[in-house]
């Protein structure tokens, strides 16, 4: 017979024993030894049915094939662009990638994105060197004007989204901004200053609780009590991806 020993949502260590018994199955962050279900790092637990995983509360961004990131341009080439997506790995966009327009040999490419530009961009293909090669051919992908960016944990990005968008959803209707989250864990905020500030006060708020039960309903307790609206909690889009600024 099957036993849980820790909690969902409790935070373990690597070595902690999270069931015994052959009832439960392990999944990313734990191994079984025997007949127990062990922490391979440090984690929240997650407890699905029979499926015990830890979802990491730090780490740098893991890139993969689909993710929509938001990179920063760091250098022109003749044919491309070096993209930082806030991860070890170098990533390239290629003119082929980037535009349909003609664009002939010896252009200048700053035309297009310059060095200090952040982009809107999907992952189509990680080498086995991890090696990244962006697409800007897609809805929403485009270069971010105005507004500004901040980085989050990457792990906790799911949260800042929440189900079906529904978390930052409620941000966008409570502050009035436009933003864009990045599965690498950078967000694209636009506003006035006084609600841009609001909308990081309440990310963060949401990357530090996010292990913490009832937290949709302490969001929204917060964005009412700064922004004096009532907000309707319902599901979201997940991004702005397909509005144009």
């Keep these: 017979m099957g036993e849980l020993l820790v909690e969902n949502k409790a935070i373990v260590i690597p070595g902690e024993d999270l069931a015994s018994g052959m009832d439960f199955l392990p999944s990313f962050g734990t191994y079984r030894d025997k007949d127990r279900i062990v922490a391979s790092r440090l984690g929240l637990v ?26 920063k341009v760091e250098d022109v080439s003749y044919s491309g662009w070096r993209v930082n997506t806030n991860c070890a790995y170098p990533a390239m966009l290629s003119v082929k990638d980037a535009t349909s327009e ?90 006035d200053l006084k609600n841009e500030i609001i909308a990081i006060e309440a990310i963060r708020k949401i990357e530090q609780e996010s292990h913490l039960s009832g937290l949709t309903e302490r969001i929204k307790e917060f964005l009412e009590k700064v922004t004096g609206k009532k907000i309707e909690e319902r599901q979201g889009e997940e991004n702005d991806l397909s509005k144009e600024t």
């Design 102 to 191: 003609f664009v002939g040999r010896g252009a200048d490419l700053t035309q297009f994105f310059d060095v200090d530009d952040y982009l809107v961009a999907k992952i189509f293909n990680v080498t086995s060197q991890k090696l990244i090669d962006l697409t800007m051919k897609g809805p929403g992908l485009r270069k971010l004007i105005g507004g500004r960016v901040i980085e989050v944990n990457t792990n906790k990005v799911p949260r800042i989204i929440g189900k079906q968008g529904s978390m930052v959803h409620m941000i966008k209707e409570a502050t009035g901004c436009k933003i864009i989250v990045g599965q690498n864990g950078l967000l694209w905020i636009l506003g």
């Design 46 to 71: 997650s407890i699905d049915g029979k499926i015990i995983r830890i979802i990491p509360l730090a780490g740098k961004y893991n890139p993969k094939r689909g993710d929509t990131i938001i990179g």
